[in-house]
């Protein structure tokens, strides 16, 4: 079983930086898929970005180079950097593994088999 923790979220004016970070545990990320969707409330759960076992990354059409997924390995965790955030920003941040599914299919949640409690982040205007 692999549990996923996110932490980094946060309230962070317009136009500020954050961070997020998920860690798992209970196996190793080597070899995964690991992705990053959001929710706001009354709304559905968004794709944000994704990273291959490789590296290769994709990002949601909103994200216009603002966001910068990285993972490492060693510490079995896989970041999200956010930058120029905008108050349409505000959601709870998930993160999400999976060993199968191409690069494509990683913006669906289907082949995404644990996910985190994810983290609230929340920009004011």
């Known amino acids: 079983q692999v549990q996923l923790v996110e932490s980094g979220g946060g309230l962070v004016e317009a136009g500020g930086s954050l961070s997020l970070s998920c860690t798992a545990s209970g196996r190793t990320l080597s070899g995964s898929q690991m992705g990053w969707f959001r929710q706001a409330p009354g709304k559905e759960r968004e794709f944000v970005s994704a990273?291959?076992?490789?590296?290769?990354?994709i990002y949601g059409d909103f994200v216009k180079r603002r966001f910068t997924i990285s993972r490492d390995n060693d510490k079995n965790t896989v970041y999200l950097r956010m930058n120029s955030l905008k108050p349409e920003d505000t959601a709870v941040y998930y993160c999400?593994?999976?060993?199968?599914?191409?690069?494509?299919?990683?913006?669906?949640?289907?082949?995404?088999?644990?996910w985190g409690q994810g983290t609230q982040v929340t920009v004011s205007s």
């Open positions: 990273i291959t076992s490789s590296g290769a990354n």
């Open positions: 999400a593994a999976s060993w199968r599914g191409g690069l494509l299919l990683l913006r669906t949640r289907d082949p995404y088999d644990y």
